[in-house]
């Protein structure tokens, strides 16, 4: 019985006599994401929140705030994050496009070629990286600053209610939902569909009663959504766009912070990165033996296939050119960024190879 007893009661006793248990916070960071515990960006605030505050040996806390108990859209948490009564907030480039247009880059369809290259774009210090967060902290007045780009949903891929999409051709007529901005739905438009923009939570009755016939989404979202049930039953794998997450955080919380403490928080963004990166990658496998199991049809577009529907889309690199506040500079460094990357990793693969 005493045996029992010791181990549960050791451990009560070194967690009430650890230094970070002990110890009050000199810094709160309250965090936020409009998610849920199934999420990638849960799971990086998770890993986030334990780098920080063991790393700061308990002078930083991390307060996570999982749903809308903070704040419920895009405007409203970039306001908060701008004002400081939220530190640190996660959003997709479609949040975040009214006070950051430039950010949709992100959603410019066939740039990266793969997780390599995304992730290789994506990482801290690289020319794209370093282009967004300048724009964001001139754009903001330095209110706010971009700390990193991770992933949340792996990419997203064209699904829709009615046939198999192999070419552009495919799409014609097609009802695809979209958010409520104009690169999605230039996109869907110049490869022959109908862009449809419906709010995310009315998407399942939209495809059940036919309102859309398709969607653009990664799989965990779709079978997350249980969009199959709704008579979503084709996937076409083109990947046309890394779903990117933007972590940004209040520059004077930041900045209130000594040098090593910031320094402690930059990394422990590196460490989320990591996790957003790395928690698609695994939550896919078994989504998408979920979809076909249910009778879902998974295509995979040849090499030849994806360069055509690359050339259909051709058309909107230069309308985001044209129409998005920043959109060249962005575009343009993204551009360059993917190119370098590819070089590199193609020089380690052949490397690898031989």
Request: contains cysteine; negative net charge; charged residues 20%.
């Amino acid at each position: 019985m005493l045996k029992g007893t010791i181990k549960p009661l050791l451990a009560a006793t070194l967690l009430a006599v650890s230094p970070l248990s002990a110890l009050a916070a000199d810094f709160t960071i309250r965090a936020t994401a409009n998610s849920n515990e199934n999420d990638e960006d849960y799971d990086g605030l998770i890993v986030f929140k334990n780098y920080v505050e063991s790393a700061s040996n308990g002078a930083i806390a991390v307060e996570m705030f999982i749903g809308t108990q903070l704040c419920s859209n895009g405007t409203e948490c970039l306001q908060g994050v701008a004002d400081g009564t939220i530190d640190v907030v996660i959003q997709t480039s479609g949040g975040t496009a009214g006070l950051f247009p430039f950010v949709q880059v992100l959603d410019l369809p066939y740039l990266m070629a793969d997780d390599r290259v995304a992730e290789s774009v994506l990482a801290n210090g690289s020319e794209f990286v370093t282009t967004m967060q300048d724009m964001v902290r001139d754009t903001s007045g330095g209110a706010i600053r971009l700390m990193t780009i991770g992933n949340t949903g792996g990419w997203r891929n064209f699904a829709n209610t009615q046939r198999r999409v192999q070419n552009p051709s495919d799409m014609n007529g097609l009802k695809i939902r979209t958010v409520v901005a104009d690169l999605p739905q230039e996109l869907v438009k110049a490869l022959g569909a109908s862009p449809t923009p419906i709010p995310w939570p009315e998407l399942f009755s939209s495809l059940q009663t036919g309102v859309v016939e398709g969607s653009k989404n990664g799989i965990t979202d779709i079978m997350n959504m249980k969009f199959p049930d709704a008579g979503l039953k084709y996937v076409t794998l083109d990947g046309h766009a890394y779903m990117g997450a933007l972590w940004f955080m209040n520059n004077d919380k930041f900045m209130s912070m000594p040098e090593g403490l910031r320094t402690v928080v930059a990394d422990g963004f590196y460490q989320l990165q990591q996790a957003t990166f790395a928690s698609p990658k695994r939550k896919s496998i078994q989504a998408y033996a979920d979809f076909v199991a249910g009778g879902g049809d998974l295509y995979v577009p040849t090499p030849e296939e994806k360069a055509a529907f690359k050339e259909a889309a051709a058309p909107v690199y230069e309308w985001f050119k044209a129409n998005v506040d920043g959109g060249e500079r962005a575009i343009n460094a993204l551009v360059s960024s993917a190119a370098s990357a590819e070089s590199a990793i193609n020089a380690v693969r052949s490397a690898d190879s031989n």
